[in-house]
């Protein structure tokens, strides 16, 4: 997912993206609880036909956006684990 903070954006800079990819415009520029509710339902649908086995394990930075009870009564549902890491640890990586 890739969040743009702005108002205003020019289509033409995202024409040719891959269809995979999941673009966000906030103005803040970062994610939000509906944000990462969206995130996790693209990721399963990006991986489900690709998996063998029922569990998935996804690593995500530990902001608490993630940890909404729809997020989690989502993950848990499809077999997704999460593992948290720190918050703005992934910024390191």
């Known amino acids: 997912m890739v969040i743009i903070s702005g108002q205003n954006l020019i289509e033409d800079w ?8 999941l673009l966000a415009r906030l103005e803040i520029g970062y994610s939000n ?3 990462a ?6 990721f399963y649908k990006i991986i489900k036909g690709s998996i063998r086995g029922r569990n998935r394990l996804l690593l995500m930075d530990g902001y ?10 989502y993950v848990k549902k499809h077999n997704i684990h999460l593992y948290t890491l720190p918050p703005y640890t992934t910024h390191f990586l």
């Open 14 to 21: 995202f024409n040719n993206l891959p269809p995979s990819y």
């Open 33 to 35: 609880n509906e944000l």
């Open 37 to 42: 509710l969206n995130f996790i339902r693209h």
């Open 64 to 73: 608490s956006s993630y940890n909404t009870f729809k997020v989690v009564t």
